[in-house]
């Protein structure tokens, strides 16, 4: 799907790949440590210095997480990039 939603400071707020599987799988992997460790997405996202609307989107699949997020979430979620994206089987 090639829409991309803007906010005002005119940054995709929706990737242009929304809900490209292996952004689900992402997501999905991320929901999972999550709650496995007894977290709200607000406490993730408090905790990970991220916006918890684009935290949900992540997790969706409707957004991508650059490196430095991705990094963010799993040191967040006590887990490295490797076993994170390996939970997401990436």
Do not use: C
């Amino acid at each position: 799907m090639a829409v991309a939603y803007h906010h005002h400071l005119g940054v995709p707020t929706y990737s242009p790949d929304r809900q490209h599987p292996d952004l689900v799988a992402f997501g999905d992997a991320v929901r999972r440590l999550r709650i496995e460790k007894g977290m709200t997405q607000e406490v993730l996202a408090f905790a990970a210095e991220l916006d918890k609307g684009y935290l949900g989107r992540v997790e969706r699949g409707d957004s991508v997480a650059a490196l430095l997020v991705i990094a963010r979430i799993a040191r967040t979620l006590g887990v490295t990039v490797e076993q994170l994206m390996g939970n997401a089987g990436l």
